[in-house]
């Protein structure tokens, strides 16, 4: 089983307004799917994937999923060893969020394999 981080975002509209302001924000390219019931949509290179969709997480101790709409689930390919998997991921995973940060749009919250939650962000309410 590979590991994941997971960055939760709070974002009140449908996905496909999400993914448009994500495609702008990360300058990637997403691609849906869909398995007959769900859609996500998603980037893949050699290395990394994002998987963007809605999730059905209940919370979890202090870790409030049920706050979160949507899910950036990012994890490393095709790299066998384990600490550039890990260096992989956990640096494309830095990025998206310190991108997403940076707009002060998002309620974001970014989860270590969907078991510890490491930073979370709520952006200051302009008056």
């Given at each position: 089983m590979s590991r994941t981080l997971d960055i939760f975002v709070n974002f009140p509209q449908k996905?496909?307004?999400?993914i448009k302001e994500?495609?702008?924000i990360l300058d990637l390219k997403f691609d849906i799917f869909s398995d007959g019931t769900d859609n996500w949509?998603?980037?893949?290179?050699?290395?990394?994937?994002?998987?963007?969709?809605?999730h059905d997480f209940e919370n979890d101790r202090d870790i409030k999923f049920e706050e979160y709409p949507y899910n950036l689930s990012i994890r490393?390919?095709?790299?066998?060893?384990?600490?550039?998997?890990k260096k992989w991921s956990d640096d494309f995973a830095s990025y998206v969020f310190q991108k997403l940060k940076e707009t002060?749009?998002?309620?974001?919250?970014?989860v270590d394999n969907l078991q510890v939650q490491l930073e979370e962000f709520v952006p200051v309410v302009k008056v």
């Open positions: 996905i496909e307004y999400l994500l495609e702008l949509y998603e980037f893949r290179n050699s290395t990394i994937t994002l998987t963007i969709g809605k490393a390919l095709n790299i066998s060893n384990e600490f550039e998997r002060e749009r998002y309620h974001l919250m970014l």
